[in-house]
């Protein structure tokens, strides 16, 4: 997000920073439409190279957790963003098995996965609903005021996920 408020920030003189994005409809604190909003996000990924990694030492973070099974990433983003994305996780050396993507948020609950790491508060209530499967919302400014729900863990740091995928469905 620091990434996407640099360049927002260049095209709308404006001074957002990723803090002030507190829910997932971000584009209504930015006064653009969605369809403006979404594009703009899409740009950020065609200049990969400048988005950092959300934490530090991700790659091993995530290569720790592979020790508890196969790591797919899921993704509702836009098509045209999927080659940039690649090549960012390439160039972070961030481990997974498969590239996974979807039409939709909501697409990913239909999925079939023990567990979903993800920062959509959006997705929880999904996988809470349905009879198998576990969420682990990754703390970000537009999840923390997420309900708690039954299975739907939140955590602030990756490393935080790997106790409780050690305690199993």
């Known amino acids: 997000m620091q990434t996407f408020c640099e360049l927002l ?8 920073t990723p803090e002030q994005f507190d829910r997932w409809n971000a584009w209504e604190i930015t006064k653009t439409s969605k369809d403006e909003f979404l594009r703009t996000l899409d ?4 200049n990969w190279k400048r988005i950092p990694p959300v934490e530090e030492n ?7 957790l592979q020790s508890m099974g196969q790591i797919d990433l899921v993704t509702a983003r836009s098509e045209v963003t999927v080659p940039f994305a690649k090549e960012w996780l390439h160039y972070h050396k961030i481990p997974y098995s498969r590239f996974v993507r979807t039409e939709s948020t909501a697409a990913k609950s239909s999925l079939d996965y023990d567990f979903f790491i ?5 997705l929880m209530p999904l996988i809470a609903s349905r009879l198998f499967g576990y969420g682990i919302l990754y703390e970000q400014p537009w999840n923390r005021t997420a309900l708690n729900m039954p299975r739907i863990f939140k955590i602030k740091k990756l490393e935080e996920a790997l106790p409780l995928l050690k305690r199993g469905p």
Not at 58 to 64: F, G, H, R, Y
């Open 118 to 122: 993800d920062d959509s508060a959006n």
């Open 9 to 16: 920030n260049s095209r709308r003189s404006t001074h957002f």
């Open 58 to 64: 991700l790659a091993e973070k995530i290569s720790s």
């Open 43 to 46: 740009e950020t990924w065609f």
